[in-house]
């Protein structure tokens, strides 16, 4: 069975900005983990192309909306090759596959009698594309998360009967395992409590979406469509004989969607009951990340603070970035990205902890022992580091198993901290005077030359440029056909193994 995992599909009414990266990037270190477990991993992402706010950003660049789309999709694309980003599938919801998936899902929704024409009335916002519940609340009506002007619409709409689905969405959702975090899953609790509207899934003012067949002027909403990206991208390779039984058998339900905490309703209320009424599988978890802020603000075009993604990657590099959005902030907590705190963070944790610990460690090694190794004669199992190795990697995994990313990094770095301190305590330079002692300092070096393997192989799936570095810097040893999981065990760094000259594996960032 495969491990499907999914970003959400981004909309391309602009480039992708850091909070598209930040969930990106999540999304890529579970799938690389998964992988080194021997998994067989899907990792979709794609981009969301339909609705009133593409065709509106579309019209405002005078372009047509399928030429303004493929620019933009295809800037994704190339965003996500420049972050190295592993992704299996990448789904376009204007491709003709996914047409003809959302054609043969909503005529399965339709056979289980959940689709009836009604009438639409309320403030929508189209930053959003989503109607707001209660803006007379509100004495602004303007989007709290766009803060724009809602816009009324009272139209004639097919509707999705979600209110039929209300006890079996109870069930779902009171599974604790289902939605992520915790604080995530009582807003839900809290909001299908208060009993489930069914929603329209048509439009009749929006001409760029997929039409609705035989009845005219209706597309398709775009989330009724967008959804089904998850689906059609299981099946976006096999050109021929596309179908919805194909994309299920291909691996439906996924394992987890990754989502920004705005957009968990659809995934874990409306998506489960479009899927059950169309006799699928619901995915099996909806997991709510928090917001990314910038110097304590949202970041928004107005205040001209976004973080341009290629920016921070031509500036600092993937490894920095992807290491500062993972280890420093908690999955599913808010988080702000400061410069100042970046750069002070990657000083410490990868230069001066990491990189400076495997950079002297090599030094002493190659000065003392002929460019290698210690050749020592019995490998110790039993010493603080060797102890130490097996409780962070045993942390280390089960940390990532439950998605704590940032306690996982946190591990890698504990351990780095800790080498480094045995490395100060043991003061090897000083025994090393000592002919009789050369013994004693050949098993410290190996003994902190092996925790860095360990640490460069843990750091594998969050940071594989820097891990693949580590690696050189210890002669290449990674490529190894035992299992990664079976590398990790103390004790497999061959002794007189030769060390190449010790180059930085990581600049030191200045602050502007
Ligand atoms: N197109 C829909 C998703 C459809 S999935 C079938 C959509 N697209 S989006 O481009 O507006 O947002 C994509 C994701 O980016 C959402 O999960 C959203 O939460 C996330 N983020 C947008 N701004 C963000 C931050 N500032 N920080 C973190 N994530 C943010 O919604």
Redesign the pocket.
């Known amino acids: 069975m495969s491990f499907v995992i999914t970003t959400?599909?981004?909309?391309v009414n602009d480039k992708p900005?850091?909070?598209?990266i930040?969930?990106t990037l999540i999304c890529d270190t579970i799938s690389r983990y998964k992988r080194l477990l021997g998994e067989d991993v899907i990792f979709i992402t794609g981009v969301?192309e339909h609705g009133l706010k593409i065709q509106r950003t579309a019209k405002e660049k005078g372009v047509e909306p399928q030429i303004h789309c493929d620019h933009i999709s295809n800037i994704f694309r190339s965003c996500w090759n420049d972050w190295d980003i592993s992704f299996d599938k990448y789904i376009r919801t204007s491709s003709r596959n996914h047409e003809s998936i959302v054609y043969e899902f909503y005529r399965r929704v339709k056979n289980s009698d959940d689709i009836y024409m009604g009438v639409q009335k309320g403030w929508y916002c189209v930053g959003c594309e989503e109607f707001k519940d209660n803006p007379e609340n509100s004495s602004t009506y303007k989007c709290p998360i766009h803060q724009k002007n809602l816009e009324w619409k009272n139209e004639e709409n097919l509707f999705f009967r979600l209110s039929k689905y209300q006890s079996q969405i109870e069930k779902i959702i009171n599974d604790p395992t289902f939605i992520e975090p915790k604080e995530r899953r009582n807003e839900i609790l809290n909001f299908v409590s208060k009993g489930l509207k069914d929603f329209s899934i048509s439009r009749t003012n929006v001409s760029w979406g997929i039409p609705v067949p035989n009845i005219e002027k209706h597309t398709f909403y775009v989330?009724f469509d967008?959804?089904l990206?998850?689906i059609s991208a299981l099946s976006s390779d096999n050109n021929n004989n596309l179908s919805l039984e194909k994309s299920i058998n291909e691996a439906w339900p996924a394992d987890i969607h990754f989502?920004?905490?705005?957009?968990l309703r659809?995934?874990a209320v409306y998506w489960p009951a479009m899927l059950i009424s169309a006799g699928m599988k619901v995915p099996k978890k909806v997991f709510g990340?928090?917001?990314?802020?910038r110097e304590g603000n949202?970041?928004g075009k107005s205040l001209g603070n976004v973080l341009d993604p290629n920016l921070l990657l031509s500036k600092y590099g993937k490894d920095p970035v992807r290491w500062f959005l993972i280890k420093d902030i908690s999955l599913g907590n808010d988080g702000d990205f400061q410069d100042k705190r970046f750069v002070d963070i990657i000083n410490n944790d990868l230069a001066n902890t990491i990189g400076n610990l495997l950079n002297r460690t090599s030094s002493m090694s190659r000065k003392w022992f002929d460019n290698k190794v210690p050749n020592i004669d019995k490998i110790c199992f039993e010493n603080k580091l060797a102890s130490l190795s097996v409780i962070t990697v045993n942390d280390y995994i089960k940390n990532l198993n439950n998605y704590k990313l940032d306690l996982a990094a946190n591990n890698i770095l504990n351990f780095a901290i800790n080498t480094n301190l045995y490395l100060n305590d043991k003061q090897p330079w000083i025994l090393i005077k000592d002919e009789s002692k050369i013994a004693i300092v050949e098993e410290i070096i190996y003994n902190v030359l092996e925790s860095t393997r360990i640490i460069g192989l843990l750091l594998i799936p969050i940071l594989p440029e820097l891990s693949s570095k580590i690696d050189e810097q210890l002669g290449s040893i990674y490529k190894d056909d035992k299992p990664w999981c079976e590398q990790l065990k103390w004790g497999r760094l061959k002794t007189n193994t030769q060390l190449p000259k010790p180059k930085p594996i990581i600049e030191k960032l200045e602050y502007e």
């Open positions: 959400p599909l981004y909309y900005h850091l909070g598209s930040y969930t969301d989330w967008a959804l990206g998850y989502i920004g905490k705005d957009i659809f995934h990340h928090g917001f990314l802020t949202k970041m």
